[in-house]
């Protein structure tokens, strides 16, 4: 959960329920399979931006689906020029294009959902951070449970908006001091003023101690954790 897309950790993806994708990594469809999950139950990915260590796992998702004969329909929530950079990226991976997918891509620009979106039970929240590229906050709401994705970026009004009273709240930490990022305090001053239950520390800097950068943030927020590769959360 750390980024250290070279080091021991895996790159940050979160799985809902077996059916929700948050982002698609490098190191996604390995961490998917060391979980023996059955990719035809995945109805929805997330990208909440198109910076590689999000992304550069999604072709092969997609081509690993079609062999194992995917026929349902996939919906895929993103950034601006969606549909286009999923085309980029299977082409310059492997060649190939949405054409050659043995099941139908619905793709969804985020920014075309202001007042968010539903997919079955869950309600869908999404608002913008400050980072370098677009990119994209998502809170997921389900039977009076939520779970709130920052991604990368720090904080903006809107994201504080989404969420509000989160159950858990996945916010990234990658350290002070860097341009178009967030760090342990803004994340746990998140998660104080979203009056969120917990908070799950990712996407820390590989030049900062993982453990210093929680200390920080339980100064704040008592209720923070760094998560480990497959860990399982319920809320």
């Not at 903006?156 to 990022?181: K, M, N, P």
Request: contains cysteine; negative net charge.
């Amino acid at each position: 959960m750390w980024a250290k897309p070279f080091g021991q950790f895996a790159n940050t993806s979160i799985l809902i329920d077996g059916k929700l994708l948050l982002d698609c990594g490098p190191h996604t469809l390995l961490q998917l399979r060391k979980q023996k999950q059955d990719l035809k139950e995945i109805e929805l990915v997330f990208l909440s931006h198109f910076h590689g260590d999000h992304t550069l796992g999604l072709p092969a998702l997609l081509l690993a689906s079609r062999e194992e004969n995917r026929v349902e329909e996939l919906k895929i929530f993103g950034p601006s020029g969606l549909r286009e950079k999923i085309e980029d990226l299977l082409e310059i991976s492997y060649r190939k294009s949405i054409e050659d997918l043995s099941f139908e891509l619905d793709t969804f620009e985020v920014p075309d959902l202001k007042e968010g979106t539903t997919h079955k039970d869950y309600k869908l929240e999404f608002a913008q951070t400050t980072h370098s590229i677009e990119c994209c906050s998502i809170a997921i709401s389900k039977n009076g449970e939520k779970m709130t994705y920052t991604s990368d970026g720090a904080p903006t009004e809107d994201t504080v908006s989404i969420a509000s009273d989160s159950d858990l709240l996945i916010a990234e930490a990658y350290g002070e001091g860097f341009s178009g990022h967030s760090s342990a305090v803004k994340a746990a001053e998140l998660a104080f003023r979203s009056h969120s239950k917990s908070l799950a520390l990712v996407h820390i800097s590989r030049t900062k101690n993982g453990a210093e950068e929680l200390e920080k943030a339980k100064r704040m927020f008592k209720n923070s954790f760094l998560p480990t590769d497959s860990l399982t959360v319920t809320i």
